[in-house]
T-cell receptor
Framework: EPEVTQTPSHQVTQMGQEVILRCVPI?????FYWYRQILGQKVEFLVS????????KSEIFDDQFSVERPDGSNFTLKIRSTKLEDSAMYFC????????????FGSGTRLTVV | ELKVEQNPLFLSMQEGKNYTIYCNYS?????LYWYRQDPGKSLESLFV?????AVKQEGRLMASLDTKARLSTLHITAAVHDLSATYFC??????????FGQGTRLTINP
């Protein structure tokens, strides 16, 4: 069964550093997303991406964050100048066109900012 | 702003019992999703409910959607230990995003 692949699975970074989280969505999917989950809390929407541009973003997704699809397969989330409160699990998701199909989530990257 | 609320947030039950998790949402939507999450793991898709009155079943789990009441239920029949996990409902908030409930942490005791 096709999977959404995320790397790394766990990243520890110092406060103020930049991190790039990587995702390989399912190959025939057209919509890409980043969500985050602070430990023990609910899953929060960050950004959606379609046709090589951001289609929607949340209040969380401020200038500190950016997304990119640098080639035909990867989808990245960059977090600049990380803060302690950025520590969370970050999930990438993708979806085919058409509402009858659900979103497929990746295994997540656990980001720890120290 | 779309809000999604689940209850209960914590549920401890014995094997063999039945129980229901409720998911209420605040604005009109006709797409609702249920996910399972094991500790430290990703979100596993359980059900996609696309219309009023939709009912889907998989093993001991059954989900339903009432769009008029803005309510979805996840019913567990004759629970077994393997169903212990956190269950999330998520509603299509339009504009390409899902809005999640807080999650229900289900513990099934032998």
């Amino acid at each position: 069964e096709p999977e959404v692949t995320q790397t790394p699975s766990h990243q520890v970074t110092q406060m103020g550093q930049e991190v790039i989280l990587r995702c390989v969505p399912i190959s025939n999917h057209l919509y890409f997303y980043w969500y985050r989950q602070i430990l023990g809390q609910k899953v929060e929407f960050l950004v959606s991406f379609y046709n090589n541009e951001i289609s929607e973003k949340s209040e969380i997704f401020d200038d500190q964050f950016s997304v990119e699809r640098p080639d035909g397969s990867n989808f990245t989330l960059k977090i600049r100048s990380t803060k302690l409160e950025d520590s969370a699990m970050y999930f990438c998701a993708s979806r085919r066109q058409g509402g009858s199909i659900g979103y497929t989530f990746g295994s997540g990257t656990r980001l720890t900012v120290v | 702003e779309l809000k999604v609320e689940q209850n209960p947030l914590f549920l401890s039950m014995q094997e063999g019992k039945n129980y229901t998790i409720y998911c209420n949402y605040s604005t009109t939507s006709d797409r609702l999703y249920w996910y399972r999450q094991d500790p430290g793991k990703s979100l596993e898709s359980l059900f996609v409910l696309l219309s009023n009155g939709a009912v889907k079943q998989e093993g001991r789990l059954m989900a339903s959607l009432d769009t008029k009441a803005r309510l979805s239920t996840l019913h567990i029949t004759a629970a077994v230990h393997d169903l212990s996990a956190t269950y999330f409902c998520a509603v299509d908030g339009g504009a390409q995003k899902l809005v999640f409930g807080q999650g229900t942490r289900l513990t099934i005791n032998p």
